[in-house]
């Protein structure tokens, strides 16, 4: 077996690479919720300032049998780099996996980096390979979160009275930059994350603006917000990407701000953004940590079910 770097200038490279993640994930997943095409395509060729990434092959002759990915995140995190590694089902159990692992550690090392992230999904239903092979590469569990998924469309839901609806695509509009961020900073802070130990991102405007720029490439961005009617404040945000072309949206962050919690505005946010979608979308996918009482009733309630486990892993890099 020969493992070597993918030439990220090459197309066609970048295209088997991409299947290979694609159909691996895929295997013993039947809700995965994959990269799509165009986002991974961004993510190759026009690396941004915030992380780097490196990614292998592994070829057995001339087929290719595996792929790993390494992210190096260059802003925080300078300790911890993410891995990831898949290999074709009629190919497995034969070191493969073993062999992208070992090849991405040693990089991750070469940077400085004391430990390996990842996260492992795991169907309800179906048995996958995923968290035994992080287990026996020496993996500890340090969070969990439910993938769940709904069916569109979702009954209504009214927003409070004593607020109204802002919602906008794309780039954030000025007259709410600042209170979308101090939104943005306080999700970031307060997300649950476990015992896993990393450090929060910090969002300004720049690096806003630099996410809001990539993500449109790939996805048409969406975000519905509560404004509250006496001083226009912004008490809470839903975020939603919708990959270009597909029939699915991905429910990202909903927050909603502490002095403005109580008033069922996260679900409320959630079904406005789901009723202005296009009729071809037809489910979503979200993820919550099970501890996220508050958010996990919301979600049940309008309708989603858990569909996988998700574990945030870690590995010693010593
Ligand atoms: C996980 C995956 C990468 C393993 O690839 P692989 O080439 O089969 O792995 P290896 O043959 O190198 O296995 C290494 C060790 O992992 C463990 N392992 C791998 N698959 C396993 C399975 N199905 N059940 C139990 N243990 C397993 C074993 O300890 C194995 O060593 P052994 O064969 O000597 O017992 C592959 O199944 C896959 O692509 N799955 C989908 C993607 C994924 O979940 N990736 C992991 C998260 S990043």
Not at 57 to 75: F, K
Not at 84 to 108: F, K, N, T
Not at 252 to 267: A, E, I, K, N, Q
Not at 275 to 291: D, E, F, K
Request: hydrophobic letters at 40%; aromatic letters at 6%; proline letters at 5%.
């Amino acid at each position: 077996m020969d493992i070597r770097e993918l030439d990220v200038t090459d197309p066609d490279a970048r295209r088997r690479w991409y299947d290979v993640q694609d159909r691996s994930a895929r295997a013993d997943r039947p809700y995965a919720l994959l990269q799509a095409f165009d986002a991974f395509e961004v993510s190759a060729t026009q690396p941004g300032p915030y992380a780097e990434r490196v990614r292998w092959e592994a070829h057995d002759g001339d087929r290719l049998v595996g792929v790993a990915e390494l992210e190096l995140p260059l802003a925080e995190n300078l300790d911890l780099g993410w891995a990831e590694v898949h290999v074709l089902p009629e190919h497995r159990r034969r070191g493969v996996g073993r062999a992208l692992w070992h090849v991405l550690a040693d990089r991750a090392r070469a940077a400085g980096r004391t430990r390996a992230g990842g996260e492992v999904s795991v169907d309800l239903a179906v048995a996958g390979a995923g968290f035994d092979f992080a287990t026996a590469m020496g993996a500890v569990e340090k969070h969990r979160e439910d993938h769940l998924v709904a069916d569109l469309p979702v009954a209504p839901l009214g927003i409070h009275p004593d607020y109204e609806l802002v919602t906008w695509r794309g780039r954030c509009p000025d007259e709410h930059r600042e209170h979308y961020l101090a939104m943005r900073n306080q999700m970031n802070a307060d997300v649950p994350a476990g015992e896993l130990d990393v450090e929060t991102t910090v969002l300004d405007d720049a690096r806003l603006a630099a996410s809001e720029e990539r993500l449109a490439r790939s996805y048409d961005v969406r975000v519905a917000a509560a404004r509250r009617r006496s001083d226009g404040v912004l008490g809470g945000y839903s975020l939603l990407f919708v990959p270009h072309g597909a029939d699915h949206a991905w429910q990202d962050d909903t927050l909603v701000m502490p002095s403005h919690r109580g008033h069922r505005l996260g679900g409320a946010l959630k079904a406005a953004a789901y009723a202005a979608l296009p009729p071809s979308i037809t489910l979503v996918h979200t993820w919550t940590a099970p501890s996220n009482t508050a958010m996990h009733r919301t979600n049940t309630a309008m309708g989603f079910r858990v569909v996988e486990h998700m574990y945030e892993v870690e590995i010693p890099l010593a």
